[in-house]
């Protein structure tokens, strides 16, 4: 803690140039009374002779500003256009000796020494900091407030304009100077770290409310069951495709003669059937529809189970689905392994043709030798002796191959035909249970049941109109089937050999394969889709997670930001006891029959039920009331000037009392400007004697003359010609 030393000025304010001023201090005991002489107006007594100017000096070399409101320009006596000070301070260890200069404009300067060691940094600026760092003034404090601090601790006035008690202090800077005193700052800052901290969270938060949601809009436009129908459709078209050119390429192997005429009727049957078969599904369909209508009517309380039966149904089909789809594999290996095998036994057939007619040839052509009867055969330019017997036995074994191997070929062809009506029975199974699926899909939820009845109604109606356009339907295309089938049977018993375009056949085979291709891009497109939306509902559960974790932090910060405020409000209350206790203690040693109360809460005007179920009824406010003789609160501000300055001196002796016991108060002096002056005789006694029981400097700025009998060390301030010099007496 600092003590005064010596103050040396030039120039500032009415003070003339080499100005000294030694401040005493031998102990606590030691008071130093600061009186005036104002030779220029000997009837003003000791008023306007610049006492106060000694603490105004001094405020103004330790922090660069004016005490007064005013420019700091201000500070330079009227007629000169420089001015300079220099303040000696002691920790008692080592002197800090501060040296402040400036001249009207820009011109000034500022220099630091601490134990005779030069502590000047390269600006100003840097060099203030250095002070305050000396004088132990947190780095964290505004001008305002530390200032602010200076004035309540060390500057005790009649007129009290800036201190505790002020008639312009708010109930806002008192606590905030409480709150400095009593070191709480740390909690204030806390408070607005958890309250940052809580802001930035929330942000974090609403960032991942906002991507959750995006993913979520995203899932509710991409429902995998949906995509799932979807593929299913895809691979149906997949095996159809492939079925239409197993079928192409069957036809093309038995492209021969009467083999593809029957191929061709057989075609032409089995399309008939399949257009019967594809009417009488509709018509099962549309039976079915029909009564599951009129039974959805009827138990629309029992729709959910239905839904659940068919969704069991499904699975039950995808089941058999798969199976189908693994003997469909199988069968189509099998087509293959036999359409191979027609290929080569045809192959066998059209050599052995070859041969057959050659050998015939051969026998019907050949000549006899009228002199030896010898077969002769006229080749090359040239006859050749053939045998006749020999070609005859080879002609009959290769007719009877060729039987043999045709009686196999119409084998083949026949187990070709029984692995075909296995394939189209197991690719029905696969049309089923994708048909199922897909029905499935297309099911209305429970919620939605109730409201579909007249929907169902209207339908039912449709279903019968459907019922004749699909009789129309079939009447129309099975009719002229029929009639081709029995034109094509016709036309084999007048002809040997249908004609049959293998080429345009292959040209087809080649579509067929490139929709293929494009159909498993597209399956491979729906699988990646299936992925992603898997992904994101992983995503989406992790983002819930963090979402949590992140509320979770929030609500953490937001329970210290309000718990660092409350407990920075529960250690105000619990100093104010004994604040309140000493500075109506200092009252009654000064005579005074005033009392002081402080409190941190005020019942709000509009109280209601529930403001006080949720203990809102108070709100936070630094009240400060004064009593009189035990009646009701006085107005601060219509008490007389000696009152409102006895009541701040005591609490600002109070508050800097109790501040420098928690090691808060920095400097270890203070002055008393005019208070006295306001006491009668007894309560300058009295004064004097509270002044023996505070510790540190004292220094009293007075022109009562009955304290210079009560101080053995006083400092005299005397104007002369304007100029002011000071004295020691």
């Known amino acids: 803690m600092m003590r005064l030393k010596n103050l040396t000025v030039n120039n500032i304010y009415s003070f003339g140039e080499a100005v000294s001023c030694v401040f005493e201090y031998i102990g606590d005991s030691i008071r130093t009374l600061i009186i005036g002489r104002n030779n220029d107006e000997p009837g003003a007594d000791s008023n306007g002779s610049g006492k106060s100017n000694i603490l105004n000096s001094i405020f103004w070399i330790l922090f660069g500003e004016v005490f007064q409101e005013e420019n700091v320009d201000t500070i330079i006596r009227l007629g000169q256009s420089w001015c300079s000070g220099e303040l000696t301070m002691t920790d008692g260890q080592s002197d800090l000796v501060i040296s402040r200069g400036r001249g009207t404009g820009k011109r000034r300067f500022l220099r630091l020494t601490y134990g005779g060691e030069d502590k000047t940094a390269n600006t100003d600026e840097q060099t203030q900091a250095e002070i305050l760092k000396y004088l132990q003034i947190s780095p964290k404090l505004k001008p305002s407030e530390y200032i602010n601090d200076f004035v309540n601790t060390v500057y005790f006035s009649s007129d009290v304009a800036k201190g505790f008690m002020g008639k312009k202090t708010t109930s806002k800077e008192r606590f905030q100077l409480v709150e400095r005193f009593l070191s709480l700052k740390r909690y204030s800052f806390a408070s607005e770290l958890a309250k940052t901290k809580k802001s930035e969270i929330k942000v974090k938060a609403d960032e991942l409310s906002s991507v959750i949601l995006s993913k979520e809009t995203w899932l509710g436009n991409n429902v995998d069951h949906v995509v799932i129908g979807e593929l299913n459709v895809v691979k149906a078209q997949v095996i159809n495709i492939q079925n239409q050119m197993l079928d192409i390429s069957a036809r093309i192997i038995s492209s021969n003669g009467q083999r593809l005429a029957r191929e061709t009727l057989n075609q032409k049957k089995l399309t008939l059937q399949s257009v019967r078969q594809a009417f009488d599904a509709r018509f099962t369909a549309l039976e079915t529809e029909l009564a599951t209508n009129t039974q959805q009517q009827a138990q629309e309380n029992l729709a959910l189970t239905a839904y659940n039966q068919l969704e069991s149904d499904a699975r039950l089909k995808a089941a058999n689905a798969q199976q189908a789809q693994f003997e469909l594999t199988r069968l189509q290996t099998q087509v293959t392994a036999i359409n191979a095998s027609l290929l080569a036994n045809n192959t066998t057939v059209a050599t052995s043709d070859m041969e057959i007619r050659g050998i015939r040839d051969q026998l019907s052509n050949h000549l006899k030798c009228p002199a030896c009867q010898a077969s002769l055969m006229y080749h090359d330019k040239k006859l050749q002796h053939i045998n006749a017997d020999d070609l005859s036995v080879k002609l009959a074994k290769l007719e009877q191959a060729r039987g043999q ?325």
């Not at 809460?601 to 004064?626: I, L, M, P, T």
């Not at 004697?689 to 060390?713: A, M, T, Y």
Request: aromatic share 6%; proline share 2%; hydrophobic share 40%.
């Open 405 to 729: 191997i045709t009686t196999v070929i119409q084998g083949l062809g026949n187990d070709l035909l029984v692995l075909q009506s296995q394939i189209k029975t197991h690719t029905a199974v696969v049309a089923d249970a994708t048909a199922a699926a897909t029905q499935l899909t297309r099911i209305r939820n429970a919620g939605s049941i109730s409201a579909s009845i007249t929907n169902l109604k209207t339908r039912a109606e449709q279903i019968t109109q459907e019922f004749q356009a699909v009789s129309e339907q079939a009447k129309a295309q099975i009719v002229p089937l029929k009639n081709e089938v029995t034109k094509l049977e016709n036309e084999l018993l007048a002809a040997n050999e249908p004609e049959f375009d293998v080429e345009q056949a292959e040209n087809q085979l080649k579509q067929l394969k490139t929709q293929e291709t494009e159909v498993n891009k597209q399956i491979g497109q729906y699988e990646e889709q299936l992925r992603v939306i898997a992904q994101v509902k992983t995503e989406i559960s992790e983002l819930k997670i963090q979402l949590a974790e992140e509320q979770r932090q929030a609500e953490m910060y937001g329970f210290w930001e309000v718990g660092f405020r409350q407990l920075k409000l529960d250690i105000i209350d619990q100093f104010l006891p004994d604040f309140e206790t000493l500075v109506n203690r200092y009252l009654d040693q000064l005579k005074v029959s005033l009392r002081v109360a402080f409190g941190t809460q005020k019942e709000k005007a509009n109280v209601s039920k529930r403001d006080r179920e949720e203990g809102r009824a108070f709100k936070e406010e630094f009240n400060v009331e004064v009593f009189k003789d035990g009646k009701d609160p006085l107005p601060y501000g219509l008490m007389s000037k000696g009152q409102r300055g006895r009541i701040g001196s005591c609490v600002g002796m109070a508050l800097r009392e109790l501040t420098k016991e928690r090691g808060n108060n920095l400097f270890d002096f203070f002055f008393m400007d005019e208070i006295a002056d306001a006491l009668d005789e007894s309560g300058l006694r009295e004064l004097v004697s509270l002044l023996d029981d505070l510790p540190g400097q004292k220094l009293v700025i007075s022109h009562n003359d009955v304290l210079k009998d009560l101080f053995e060390h006083r400092i005299v301030v005397e104007i002369e010609n304007d100029v002011s010099t000071i004295k020691a007496a």
